[in-house]
């Protein structure tokens, strides 16, 4: 019986064991038209989301929504203040390594591309304070800050844009900030790192160029 648990140790810490752990790990344990959010197990959600914020808690590490989402919470105003405090000290601190807790740092920093185990995909309509998503494709409506890691479509917050990469439209109340971009940025600050874009702001940031009113590289 020893030798067998042994075996069995070794075959979970190989390749295959850990692939197959990893697989079990994001596969879907349930499956909703409604659903509350966050959600503790691995989830898709055709239909309508409703609830704090698109997220996942405890064991799950995938949550994916096809179709309607709304969220908001009561410390969303609280997150709100933090959120543009933050970005004011970052103008004088060149401090952080992830530009997404100093949004309008313009010395160089941009969002990272998301390599975290958890995947949290939406796709449709999507109204809220926040969105923290891996992926998104539609309508994004944020009161305060839309960080999905890929965006997909037509972007519009109170605050903050944050993506690593943006295909369609973004507009801000104050900034939008992107590392590879494609399409229009509209904004009071606009920085990309690179792509083939258009801005238009108050200041407006394309790699090392920086221009006010609009900026535009093709």
Do not use: E
């Not at 309607?68 to 919470?73: G, Q, Y």
């Not at 790699?207 to 590289?217: D, M, Q, S, T």
Request: a positive charge.
């Amino acid at each position: 019986m020893t030798w067998l648990k042994i075996i069995a140790v070794l075959l979970m810490l190989s390749p295959a064991g850990v692939s197959a752990q990893q697989a079990d790990s994001l596969a879907i344990q349930k499956r909703r038209i409604i659903g509350l959010i966050p959600v503790r197990k691995n989830t898709v959600i055709n239909g309508l989301a409703i609830g704090l914020i698109p997220a996942t808690r405890k064991k799950a590490k995938r949550l994916h929504i096809n179709g309607l989402t709304l969220s908001a919470s009561p410390i969303d105003p609280f997150a709100a203040v933090y959120a543009l405090s933050s970005a004011v000290y970052s103008f004088s601190n060149d401090t952080s390594i992830n530009s997404r807790s100093r949004p309008l740092n313009t010395k160089g920093l941009y969002p990272a591309i998301d390599t975290s185990a958890y995947q949290i995909n939406i796709n449709g309509l999507m109204i809220g304070s926040f969105n923290v998503s891996r992926k998104f494709n539609g309508l994004n409506v944020c009161i305060v800050m839309n960080s999905a890691g890929t965006m997909n479509g037509l972007a519009i917050t109170g605050m903050f844009n944050l993506n690593h990469s943006f295909n369609g439209i973004q507009v801000a109340g104050l900034q939008n900030k992107t590392t590879v971009g494609r399409g229009l940025q509209v904004g009071l600050f606009n920085s990309c790192k690179t792509g083939k874009l258009l801005q238009l702001g108050l200041v407006n940031k394309i790699g090392k160029r920086v221009l006010p009113f609009i900026n535009a590289k093709f």
